[in-house]
T-cell receptor, first 115, second 113 residues
Framework: AQSVTQLGSHVSVSEGALVLLRCNYS??????LFWYVQYPNQGLQLLLK??????LVKGINGFEAEFKKSETSFHLTKPSAHMSDAAEYFCAVSITEAAGNKLTFGGGTRVLVKP | EPEVTQTPSHQVTQMGQEVILRCVPI?????FYWYRQILGQKVEFLVS????????KSEIFDDQFSVERPDGSNFTLKIRSTKLEDSAMYFCASKGIGPETQYFGPGTRLLVL
């Protein structure tokens, strides 16, 4: 069974500051890893994904994440926060060998950006 | 750009009533999913559907739930007799073959009174 832990349910950053959202996963087989963003009253939008290619993955809106197998982590970063980054961010894992590839989500991290 | 659509966006129902949530997945996708998100909680997997049958379901997806792809384009989630604890945002998602991204719809917010 797979699981995801996101450290910090809320993160507050100043505009222009580094955004760092932590995600650790547990999986008995090689995982696929995803970051989704949810803006208020909207659905889930994919930011980026790791599917066993490059370990440093670049996504939309200036976000990137690095897969570190030794640390079972897939932390999300953005060098400079923008007000529009205020949203909830979800890390998710799926199992590579399962055809259906259901997603297991972490608890989410809500990001507040201060001017 | 193709997208997943869901109707209705909001539904209010009385406890014990049946509800059907509708989804139109992306047209060339083969895998379909329902997830739910109770207010303030994490997104939870309910069921996956492939080749006209359920491929996996969670313990949440009990006999009160069913899914159907009635006409080759729609994908529905039925809750036969709603409970208060079924109040949540329900997301539909679809995916092509392989490790591709699951694309999510905007959700249906269900409120059971």
């Amino acid at each position: 069974a797979q699981s995801v832990t996101q450290l910090g349910s809320h993160v507050s950053v100043s505009e222009g500051a580094l955004v760092l959202l932590r995600c650790n996963y547990s999986s008995s087989v090689p995982p696929y890893l995803f970051w989704y963003v949810q803006y208020p009253n909207q659905g889930l939008q994919l930011l980026l994904k790791y599917t066993s290619a490059a370990t440093l993955v670049k996504g939309i809106n200036g976000f990137e994440a690095e897969f570190k197998k030794s640390e079972t982590s897939f932390h999300l970063t953005k060098p400079s926060a923008h007000m529009s980054d205020a949203a909830e961010y979800f890390c998710a894992v799926s199992i590579t060998e399962a055809a259906g590839n259901k997603l297991t989500f972490g608890g989410g991290t809500r990001v507040l950006v201060k001017p | 750009e193709p997208e997943v659509t869901q109707t209705p966006s909001h539904q209010v129902t009385q406890m014990g009533q049946e509800v059907i949530l509708r989804c139109v997945p992306i047209s060339n996708h083969l895998y379909f999913y329902w997830y739910r998100q109770i207010l303030g909680q994490k997104v939870e997997f309910l069921v996956s559907f492939y080749n006209n049958e359920i491929s996996e379901k969670s313990e949440i997806f009990d006999d009160q739930f069913s899914v159907e792809r009635p006409d080759g384009s729609n994908f529905t989630l039925k809750i036969r007799s709603t409970k208060l604890e079924d109040s949540a945002m329900y997301f539909c998602a679809s995916k092509g073959i392989g490790p591709e991204t699951q694309y999510f719809g905007p959700g249906t917010r269900l409120l059971v009174l």
